[in-house]
């Protein structure tokens, strides 16, 4: 009897983040309809590649997120609270910027080696393009602690500290996303 297994519209999206994918980084991400106004979020990102003049920027990260839609779901203003962990390898970037206390510009002479845990609020918008295609925008803020190695240069150097914790506030989320409702 096959009358309990059903299908229906938009209660399952595929996605990509765009911003993501400019620069290198593999992700997808999965969003399931679980009650009229909430869905669940996955995403994953992956960044295994080195790039010129040995600059890393490598880093895996997964990023569950609850989100609460204000009309309907996938569609219109949505309000979500998001988990993220992962772990990086950054090094050899000319970035020379501060922002919210974390000083960026450190990546040019140092690597940093380690992981992060974090939990953050966010907003966004979907936009229906048609019956299955559709654009999404999400900004989030929160918090991340991190420890990570500290290494004298991005590829040779000798560890500099062990295990440094580091505290951060500011954005932990910031997406376009390219959307494919099933």
């Given at each position: 009897?096959?009358?309990?297994?059903?299908?229906?519209?938009?209660?399952?999206?595929?996605?990509t983040?765009l911003?993501?994918?400019?620069?290198?980084?593999?992700?997808?991400?999965?969003?399931f309809?679980?009650?009229?106004?909430?869905?669940?979020?996955?995403?994953?990102?992956?960044?295994?590649?080195?790039?010129?003049?040995?600059?890393?920027?490598?880093?895996?990260?997964?990023?569950?997120?609850?989100r609460?839609?204000?009309?309907?779901?996938?569609n219109?203003?949505?309000?979500?609270?998001?988990?993220?962990?992962?772990?990086?390898?950054?090094?050899?970037?000319?970035?020379?910027?501060?922002?919210?206390?974390?000083?960026?510009?450190?990546?040019?002479?140092?690597?940093?080696?380690?992981?992060?845990?974090?939990?953050?609020?966010?907003?966004?918008?979907?936009?229906?393009?048609?019956?299955h295609?559709?654009?999404?925008?999400?900004?989030?803020l929160?918090?991340?602690?991190?420890?990570a190695?500290?290494?004298?240069?991005?590829?040779c150097?000798?560890?500099?500290?062990?295990?440094k914790?580091?505290h951060?506030?500011?954005?932990?989320?910031?997406?376009?996303?390219?959307?494919?409702?099933f």
């Open positions: 009897m096959w009358a309990g297994l059903t299908v229906s519209a938009q209660k399952v999206v595929l996605k983040n911003i993501h994918d400019v620069t290198a980084t593999a992700n997808v991400a999965a969003e309809k679980v009650a009229p106004k909430w869905t669940v979020d996955i995403s994953g990102d992956l960044n295994a590649w080195t790039f010129s003049d040995n600059k890393k920027w490598k880093h895996w990260k997964l990023q569950p997120e609850a609460y839609w204000l009309c309907e779901t996938f219109g203003h949505f309000v979500g609270a998001h988990l993220l962990g992962g772990i990086y390898n950054m090094g050899n970037w000319n970035t020379g910027f501060t922002l919210l206390g974390t000083d960026f510009g450190q990546l040019k002479d140092y690597r940093y080696e380690g992981w992060m845990v974090g939990a953050g609020m966010a907003y966004g918008y979907h936009w229906m393009l048609g019956r295609w559709s654009v999404e925008a999400e900004i989030g929160g918090y991340v602690y991190s420890r190695d500290k290494y004298e240069c991005p590829r150097g000798d560890q500099l500290e062990d295990n914790p580091h951060y506030v500011g954005l932990t989320k910031v997406a376009v996303n390219l959307v494919y409702v």
